[in-house]
């Protein structure tokens, strides 16, 4: 497969890094105007042609205007400057300057990206993908309630966003009585297991359960990292306590507790090298009176505030993809080096990104 917009081959039998799928906007995000945003540097207007979501590049053929400035008129999009306005397949059909009789050149047209709409995000790709977007079986499940947290960016490649999200080496000086606790700082990471576009495991971290003889509980959480940037968390089994879960008191009962399940997804979105979007789904099958929604995004979007400066302030800005660049510890530090190695492979690097 080669990139028909960059020329970048494919690496072997797997995608070029610009042929995946990536979320470009939230759903809610795009209603009767344009919504700009960018993907690897490439600037983009998402948005609704009769109900339907359509990207393209945020440029008018004309005078390089940025369409996302413009707005929608039924099954057009209309430029801002003069006028001209542009169908789902980004041809120009009409110049308001012309006679309404008047051919409109063929090369009046924009480019349009794929597009399509999934689990309440619409993704876009720069490239030519193959298949659906990601797996989200929850988002179809009548037992299950998805919420979201708000789309926000961090000034960080998504490199090192991702790594940070892949670590639970920090719990426990970061998120201290969220995550972690310094006075059990170890994690118990499990072998990795290699899955096709990504990798998974085990973490075990210990917290505080007063409940328990020693007044601590040893709690392990599944994993999943999937290209290009998915990244996600699975509890199942027993209801998570409210202290795992929501970072409040309380214990566990794993006795009496039903068969539950929680799962919480992060997927990012690199807008320019340096600078990158997150979206972020939170789902339960239990406790599903909507008023219990703002206890599950308020913990974690504390600890997205706790690791935001954190991830900002690291140098080199790129994540190192030589593994002999940075120091590594082994068990905890398996995630990252596998990582590491498979954006390398893949060529999902700084060399992908805008300059």
């Given at each position: 497969m080669t990139n028909s917009n960059d020329g970048q081959p494919s690496r072997g039998s797997h995608p070029a890094p610009r042929d995946y799928w990536y979320p470009v906007a939230m759903s809610s995000?795009?209603?009767?105007?344009?919504?700009?945003?960018?993907?690897?540097?490439?600037?983009?207007?998402?948005?609704?042609?009769?109900?339907?979501?359509?990207?393209?590049?945020?440029?008018?053929?004309?005078?390089?205007?940025?369409?996302?400035?413009?707005?929608?008129?039924?099954?057009?999009?209309?430029?801002?400057?003069?006028?001209?306005?542009?169908?789902r397949s980004g041809a120009c059909v009409r110049i308001p300057q012309r006679e309404p009789d008047a051919a409109i050149p063929a090369k009046a047209r924009v480019v349009t990206y794929p597009t399509v709409e999934r689990f309440g995000v619409i993704w876009g790709s720069i490239g030519d993908p193959v298949g659906e977007p990601g797996d989200m079986p929850e988002w179809d499940d009548p037992s299950c309630r998805t919420i979201f947290l708000p789309a926000f960016e961090w000034d960080a490649t998504a490199g090192r966003m991702m790594e940070n999200f892949l670590d639970a080496g920090h719990f426990a000086w970061v998120h201290t009585g969220l995550l972690g606790d310094p006075e059990r700082p170890l994690v118990y990471t499990s072998p990795l297991t290699t899955e096709e576009e990504g990798f998974n495991y085990v973490v075990e971290t210990e917290i505080r359960d007063e409940s328990n003889e020693d007044g601590w509980?040893?709690?392990?959480?599944?994993y999943r990292f999937k290209l290009p940037f998915w990244f996600t968390v699975t509890e199942s089994g027993y209801r998570p306590t409210e202290r795992v879960a929501h970072g409040a008191e309380g214990a566990m009962d794993r006795e009496?507790?039903?068969?539950?399940?929680?799962?919480?997804?992060?997927?990012?979105?690199?807008?320019?090298?340096?600078?990158?979007?997150?979206?972020?789904?939170?789902?339960r099958n239990y406790d599903l009176d909507p008023e219990s929604d703002e206890k599950y995004r308020s913990t974690q979007q504390t600890v997205a505030m706790q690791d935001q400066p954190i991830v900002e302030a690291q140098r080199p800005e790129e994540l190192p993809l030589d593994i002999t660049a940075e120091l590594h510890i082994k068990g905890v530090d398996a995630p990252a080096i596998a990582l590491r190695r498979l954006l390398a492979e893949r060529g999902l690097g700084a060399s992908v990104l805008a300059p």
């Open positions: 995000e795009v209603t009767d105007k344009p919504f700009g945003t960018s993907l690897h540097g490439e600037r983009l207007a998402v948005v609704r042609l009769e109900g339907e979501p359509v990207v393209f590049q945020d440029l008018c053929i004309h005078r390089g205007s940025p369409l996302s400035r413009g707005s929608v008129d039924g099954s057009t999009l209309r430029c801002a400057y003069h006028g001209w306005e542009y169908d509980v040893r709690e392990g959480i599944f009496n507790a039903p068969e539950a399940h929680y799962r919480f997804d992060i997927v990012l979105q690199p807008l320019e090298r340096t600078r990158t979007r997150r979206y972020t789904w939170i789902t």
